[in-house]
């Protein structure tokens, strides 16, 4: 199972959105915003499952599947796509800690629910750094993962 969250720096903070005679244009203040920023992160949660069960992998077994995947990130303009400039992607086990900071965790707190620890849930992260230049903020990105023979097993695609 996989989740996807994108990030970079404070881009999607109070950004708004303008239609115009231009069509539509990205506001941040009295800024225009017309390409991305030269760096963005994608964090991908992964917990895997022991095939046809509903039990979690091993840590072991559990890396050694997330290290296998092929992971492709894209931008697309209209129906043309094109590989990013850079990607470098990291694969590790969240902590408790890390866990607990989330967005998602902290509004469990606040329904008085309790976040349980992901290393017990077996929850990982695989984080992909991308860096690129000059990509108009139009653009989407398209994250795919895949295994080794070419069958995909996730896709997520952003876009403002």
Not at 38 to 44: F, G, H, V
Not at 100 to 122: E, I, N
Not at 135 to 151: C, E, F, Q, R
């Amino acid at each position: 199972m996989f989740g996807a969250r994108f990030s970079a720096e404070d881009l999607f903070d109070d950004i708004a959105v303008l239609q115009t005679a231009r069509g539509r244009e990205y506001q941040k203040g009295a800024l225009t915003i017309s390409e991305f920023p030269s760096e963005l992160k994608a964090t991908i949660l992964s917990w895997p499952m022991k095939c046809g069960k509903p039990e979690l992998e091993n840590p072991e077994s559990a890396r050694n599947a997330l290290e296998s995947i092929v992971l492709r990130a894209e931008w697309k303009t209209r129906r043309k796509a094109r590989s990013v400039g850079k990607l470098a992607v990291t694969i590790r086990q969240m902590s408790a800690e890390e866990w607990k900071q989330r967005p998602d965790a902290k509004k469990l707190d606040d329904l008085g629910l309790q976040a349980s620890d992901p290393t017990a849930k077996g929850i990982w992260i695989l984080e992909a750094k991308i860096q690129d230049a000059h990509v108009p903020i139009t653009d989407s990105l398209t994250i795919t993962l895949a295994s080794t023979d070419g069958k995909r097993s996730a896709r997520f695609s952003a876009r403002l």
